[in-house]
């Protein structure tokens, strides 16, 4: 004998299999929604990553230009700075949480404005605004 579920097809009645392929279809929506934003923060975290590298190069050809200072020397001050956090792992870790100069909420790293009140970031440094 046949078996109906074997082949995908449900022996419940219609309104049933209407509903449960109505929310795998919200779900399969969802997900795909998901996964444009997860995109779009790849895309963002890359852009960010180019500009930071663009800064740095043009510093560091610009300070050897300018002074005596060698590879050696940015060595040793990538590792005196990462050190600043406590640990030797490989990252500058900001200390501290960002408060708006307007309405003293917490902001978040990757706005230019605050979420909450619109005033604009100030920039303590030039790596702020790439």
């Not at 043009?58 to 956090?85: C, F, G, H, P, Y």
Request: with cysteine.
């Amino acid at each position: 004998m046949l078996d109906s579920a074997m082949f995908g097809y449900s022996t419940h009645s219609g309104s049933s299999s209407s509903g449960e392929s109505q929310r795998r279809m919200k779900d399969k929506v969802r997900e795909a929604g998901a996964s444009r934003r997860t995109q779009r923060d790849v895309q963002f975290l890359e852009d960010r990553f180019e500009r930071l590298s663009l800064v740095c190069m043009a510093m560091w050809s610009l300070l050897q230009d300018k002074t005596n200072l060698t590879e050696q020397d940015l060595l040793d001050r990538v590792q005196t700075i990462d050190l600043m956090d406590g640990q030797a792992d490989g990252k500058a870790t900001k200390v501290g949480v960002v408060k708006c100069h307007k309405c003293s909420r917490p902001m978040s790293e990757r706005h230019m404005r605050c979420i909450y009140c619109g005033a604009e970031k100030r920039a303590s440094s030039a790596f702020d605004r790439v």
